[in-house]
């Protein structure tokens, strides 16, 4: 009997999933899930299709960028080592070159290509030669685009019409185990109770819950709870639930910001797998997900205050976060300027990727490289940037907003960061002059619109650094959590997208408009 073929397993099961499971389907966790599991089999059928030949040309001409690479350095006088050697491929297809095959082939290649662009980046400060320096920033450019080329292709590729993560310590958030920690913080004690806790779908960095809470005297209050991961795609700064907790605390206090009022922290708390904390419910709704806002239907006036909101957030003063600099604030923060502060962020950056166990990456190695070769020279203060102030990130009803979401990536910093990051989205919908003038005139600070460029490419180093371990945690199995598909097959090629087009100068690739 002729063995049916993965393809056809495939292409059955998605027939199965779009025609049969997901008309069936009705809550709105279902419904995301079924969507991303579409993508992920649409994924492998590529890989049956079209994955063998892209890759097989994908190493061939990784190998030659890796060899002279491997040139350059010697001859800027650096030693090889065994993972730099080159290892014999035997291009062509066969059966010897499956998919399986070929991608350890790329992790192997992409691996000796990370390890060269970091000795060559170390290598620039040895050389006076103004023409090696250029060729060193030349050829780390196109290790990053060759590390792009391929995800880039094979998410626009056309295609014709399967042992457990280690088990966390505690258990997943349920109704019983927040009404215990409740109870140990709500004023009225064991005579307060959770009638209701349900899991809000969407959002990647952390999981969110919305649940109802009835005090002593039956009173009802709706709240949301935001919980940690246990298996978190980053350990780093406002990422840890305990400091974003504690700077929304501060910014709720002092300052007529539209934010959800922090509640209750719990850390540790027994029986529960990750740590996480209670706010209050905020009315609105998501006006669009990231990936799907440069073509959904957003009022103007809900962009314009935006930029109200935005240029409010740059004018706060450093003093309205007492609580959140003294327990998590670097020490120079009183004294830094906008440069210094960033030339600090880059350094951590870099440690915490290439002491973090991330997968091998040389567009990261290149962007980290890029950044600290085009720190801007500002010397006014940082101010409290929000990292994420996107349409997806904030809550809106009847055309006015009503909160601003998810404050994990917040950090001090420039304003051009949070105006760089959202004019790729604002500009889909308005003129992004309009936006800037609307900034300017609701009070925000002097804007270096020269710099812009800079800032896009530090948000999206930290996006890259942060979706590079969601990835290596599904490829190792560390989760099973499906939402990192979207991570590794739509977020992580769009950003690296932008940061590309915010870092060329060879015309390849055209500079952020």
């Known amino acids: 009997m002729k063995i049916s ?9 998605l027939h199965s999933l779009e025609h049969i499971l997901a008309p069936e389907l009705i809550s709105h966790e279902a419904k995301a899930t079924a969507e991303i599991m579409k993508q992920v089999l649409h994924e492998l059928l590529k890989r049956e299709h079209y994955t063998p030949r892209l890759l097989d040309e994908h190493l061939a001409e990784g190998r030659v960028l ?189 300052s007529d910001l539209p934010i959800a009022q922090p509640l209750y922290l719990g850390k540790g708390v027994s029986g529960v797998d990750a740590d996480f904390y209670v706010m209050s419910a905020l009315p609105g709704s998501v006006p669009s997900s990231f990936l799907g806002a440069a073509s959904a239907v957003i009022p103007e006036s809900v962009l314009l205050q935006m930029a109200e909101l935005m240029a409010k957030l740059h004018s706060l003063k450093l003093d309205a976060l007492p609580t959140f600099l003294a327990r998590f604030g670097h020490p120079d923060l009183r004294t830094d300027t906008v440069e210094s502060c960033y030339r600090r962020n880059i350094a951590e950056w870099k440690t915490y990727y290439e002491k973090g166990n991330h997968l091998p990456s040389p567009f990261v190695s290149y962007l980290l490289d890029w950044l600290e070769q085009h720190v801007p020279h500002h010397a006014n203060p940082p101010v409290l940037v929000h990292g994420d102030f996107n349409i ?35 500009s889909q919908h308005i003129v992004w002059d309009r936006f800037l003038s609307h900034y300017r005139a609701s009070g925000g600070p002097a804007i270096d619109e020269a710099s812009m460029n800079f800032y896009m490419a530090f948000a999206a180093m930290r996006l890259c650094v942060i979706f590079n371990k969601g990835v290596r945690n599904l490829q190792y199995g560390v989760t099973r959590d499906i939402r990192y598909a979207v991570v590794d097959l739509g977020l992580t090629p769009e950003f690296m997208k932008q940061a590309l087009a915010c870092t060329s100068s060879d015309g390849g690739v055209p500079l952020l408009q």
């Open 66 to 254: 890796a060899d002279r690479m491997a040139a350059l350095k010697q001859e800027l006088g650096g030693a090889a080592t065994a993972t730099e050697s080159a290892t014999e491929y035997r291009g062509g297809l066969s059966h010897e070159t499956g998919f399986q095959f070929l991608a350890e082939e790329h992790g192997r290649l992409t691996e000796r290509i990370a390890h060269l662009a970091a000795e060559l980046s170390a290598l620039r400060s040895g050389t006076a030669d103004t023409t090696q320096q250029q060729y060193i920033s030349t050829l780390l450019h196109k290790a990053a685009a060759w590390d792009y080329a391929y995800c880039s292709a094979q998410r626009e590729a056309n295609i014709p019409t399967e042992a457990p993560p280690p088990a966390a310590a505690g258990a997943p958030l349920h109704k019983d185990t927040l009404q215990a920690f409740l109870r140990t913080q709500h004023p009225d004690g064991e005579r307060c109770s959770v009638t209701e806790l349900k899991p809000i779908p969407g959002g990647f960095g952390k999981q969110t819950y919305r649940a109802t809470i009835s005090d002593a005297a039956g009173k009802t209050q709706s709240v949301i709870v935001r919980k940690s991961d246990p298996t978190p795609m980053v350990l780093h700064g406002c990422f840890f639930i305990d400091q974003e907790f504690h700077l929304l605390r501060d910014v709720f206090d002092n």
């Open 392 to 426: 997806h990130n904030v809550l809106a009803e009847k055309g006015r907003i009503t909160g601003i979401l998810d404050w994990e990536c917040a950090m001090i910093g420039a304003p051009e960061q949070d105006l760089a990051y959202v004019k790729p989205i604002i």
């Open 5 to 13: 073929s993965t393809e056809k397993y495939i292409s059955l099961a």
